[in-house]
């Protein structure tokens, strides 16, 4: 991903609208409740009417009267009103969206659950954290420099428990 995005020109990852838009997500603020959900990954089917072409304007695109084409809407939604830095909401919600097995979350649940859902909801929650970490911090958890938590959450902006993750990570990958 990091040399897909480098491709398009983008070497910082704040440049959160153009990543979205690059990679076909539908990117939505929406201020909400004082520090509650930073975030939400969502993925909902629509049905859109056709477009073909024109023949007689090239360049025009022109819609016909034929069956919907069912299309999937990738979408994040960022609670700007959370206390958590946006990229780091973003990457997290990014990892959720594209990368997570069992697409976790809350708005998924079903009635009927199994007992062990949320073990699973919390690992994916835990992936998602280290995948963000990795994205934004990868200067932290690569260099051989040992900073602790508080470190890194100062040097990057980052929030505590982002820092965790990026300073578990490192240790992990010490470890190896």
């Known amino acids: 991903m990091r040399t897909r995005l480098a491709a398009h020109g983008i070497t910082r990852y704040e440049e959160l609208d153009r990543i979205a838009e690059l990679e076909g997500i539908v990117l939505v603020r929406v201020a909400g409740p004082v520090g509650k959900d930073a975030g939400m990954a969502h993925i909902y089917e629509t049905l859109r009417d056709p477009w073909i072409p024109s023949l007689a304007a ?100 980052c929030s505590e428990r982002s820092a965790r993750a990026a300073v578990a990570l490192r240790d992990r990958l010490d470890a190896e």
């Open 58 to 157: 090239p360049g025009e695109w022109r819609r016909v009267w034929a069956p919907k084409v069912r299309v999937l809407v990738r979408s994040i939604t960022i609670n700007p009103n959370a206390g958590v830095p946006e990229p780091e909401v973003f990457w997290h919600e990014y990892y959720l969206l594209c990368y997570s097995p069992t697409g976790t979350q809350h708005s998924e649940r079903l009635r009927h659950t199994y007992s062990t859902e949320g073990v699973l909801h919390h690992r994916e929650e835990r992936r998602a954290d280290a995948f963000a970490a990795a994205v934004l911090m990868y200067d932290a958890i690569t260099s051989a420099a040992r900073c602790s938590i508080e470190e890194v959450r100062d040097q990057y902006g």
